[in-house]
């Protein structure tokens, strides 16, 4: 598994990006395009996906408590 964990990649262009299998706890995806992406069985434990863009997204074999989505009000 590769660690990448609490690395920020807030604004990042990540379109259909291969995160699968990765450890991602604790980091941010603020406002980043991960449209595509593939985050297949990822780690994604106090993950930051704040106004990110998630369309198309593969979430398969991700827990659902170990990610969180918050989007801030405006």
Known sequence: MIN?????????????????GFNL???SFKKANLQGANLENCNLA???????????INLTGVKKE?????????
Do not use: M, Y
Request: charged share 30%.
């Open 46 to 56: 106090n993950v930051d996906l704040t106004d990110a863009n998630l369309e198309d």
């Open 4 to 20: 990448l964990t609490g690395v920020i990649f807030d604004g990042a262009n990540l379109k259909n990006a291969n995160f699968s």
């Open 66 to 74: 170990e990610g969180r989505r918050k989007r801030e009000e405006v």
């Open 25 to 27: 706890s604790n980091t």
